[in-house]
């Protein structure tokens, strides 16, 4: 007997998961928007060659990185598709410097924070580009016509938090990849032919543990002894990892996503705070890595739990199969546990200078000399600092 099989959309698939739900706000609409916006930068990318939309402005974004003309085409479509659902609070985009806010009447329950083309200095040459969101619930009062102005603190909430976050990558074929918390993760690819994103990937998991390493080695000069480690680990042994480097997020983690292994983009001597941004990359990513069964590290605890002091704050990031970051964490715990007391008096301290008052590049200088990650040296010294100041002991 020959039966009708019927695509679930990305549209049926939110309203069956919320149709129950009584709670302020329409997410659905709000995925709408998100959802309209995907669509329409999937399109100029696609034809970006076609209408000469490729190349570079001669604008440089807050990040301080050249602008790509798709990266304003990116920013302005989701700006705009999200300001006028009615369902946004407040924005916080990677290439705008401030909070975006819609108009009073149009003020809603949620906050958005995006990086609207990731990886766009790769479009020139063809590579996989993507688009990042993350979707949380505004905290301040949005009083009884729900339309109050929301604030700062709205945005800056750690990404434990958010209530879901998506990727859409914009290759081959669009895919949409969609976490809610405590929903798992689903893969939706846009059928071109009737307009919608329309379930392909459901109940995505990510394996225990990979056989590949995702890092940018041409910065290896640059890392701390803990990445060094771990990534000498991830080479050696019966079995090594292969290396698989795309250079755009959203195509390296869902590559990790689906095979299994570990994303890293570390801190090192150029970059003290790593380079990917909390809120616009490494929080919303990190939620689909954890609901889909993997982790998602800083180095010193789960990304999860960093409460953001700036919108552009940046943090390092160690993602994918948890056996595999549970072991770079273990480097790090064991990196940390095993600075000597007899730091104090290493011949690298001349000319009587107090190792509690260098410059962060001293503690990469000296952490090198005694492989010692610069990080874990720092944090030692702040710790004996306070140490000395609640007895009495530090002038």
Known sequence: MFTVRHPQTLTSFILA?????????????LMGAIQSACKIISRAVHRAGIEEMGGATEEVNVQGEIVKRLDIVSNETM???LVNSGQLCLGASEETEDV????????GEFVVTFDPLDGSSNIDAGVNVGTIFGIYRRISDSGPQGTNPGELSDVLQPPKNLIASGYTMYGASTILVFATKGGGVNGFTLDTGIGEFVLTHKAMTIPTQGKIYSINEGNHSKWDAITTQYVQQCKGGPKPYSLRYIGTMVGDVHRTLCYG?????????????GKLRLLYE?????????????RASFGKGDVRDITPTALHQRSPIFMGSKLDVDAFDAIAENDRAR????????PHLVHGHCFRCQPPCFYSHVGMQLQISSGSLLAWAVLQLSTLMAAGNFA
Not at 17 to 29: I, L, M, T, V, W
Not at 339 to 346: E, F, H, T
């Open 339 to 346: 600075i000597p007391d007899m730091v104090w008096a290493s």
């Open 79 to 81: 700006i705009h598709f």
């Open 100 to 107: 975006i806010r819609p108009a009073e009447h149009l003020t």
């Open 17 to 29: 998961q919320h149709h129950h739900k009584a709670e302020k706000g329409d997410f659905c609409g």
């Open 261 to 273: 292994g570990v994303f890293m983009y570390p801190a090192d001597s150029a970059n003290a705070d």
């Open 282 to 294: 490494c929080g919303p990513m990190g939620m689909i890595c954890e609901e889909a069964g993997g």
